[in-house]
Nanobody, 124 residues
Framework: QVQLVESGGGLVQAGGSLRLSCAASGRTFSTYTMGWFRQAPGKEREFVAAINWSGGSVSYLVSVKDRFTISRDNAKNTVYLRMNSLKPEDTAVYYC?????????????????WGQGTQVTVSS
């Protein structure tokens, strides 16, 4: 069982930056692939980024690839999402998720555990 708690969301102007954190409980965190997803009002949940257990494999949504960076600290049981050059279209609730398979895929159904989400609002 893994419990995930996101933090770091907030209101920021376009062009600004935020760093989201996701703290995980459980001794097996270092074996999980971790992902970030987002959901804007009226839209489906969307894959943003994922990182495998070692950090050696990552994947990104194309529209964020040059602006966002996913990383993890297994000693702290935490995964991060650094978001730079934020745009109004990045506004959404951001969710952290975990899956036991060592594959940085982007299908929400493949993830076993989810956090409650943190709101990110980017003003123009």
């Amino acid at each position: 069982q893994v419990q995930l708690v996101e933090s770091g969301g907030g209101l920021v102007q376009a062009g600004g930056s935020l760093r989201l954190s996701c703290a995980a409980s459980g001794r097996t965190f270092s074996t999980y692939t971790m992902g970030w997803f987002r959901q804007a009002p009226g839209k489906e949940r969307e894959f943003v980024a994922a990182i495998n257990w070692s950090g050696g494999s990552v994947s990104y949504l194309v529209s964020v690839k040059d602006r966002f960076t996913i990383s993890r600290d297994n000693a702290k049981n935490t995964v991060y999402l650094r978001m730079n050059s934020l745009k109004p279209e990045d506004t959404a609730v951001y969710y952290c998720a975990a899956r036991s398979q060592n594959y940085v895929g982007g299908r929400p159904d493949d993830y076993d555990y989810w956090g409650q989400g943190t709101q990110v609002t980017v003003s123009s």
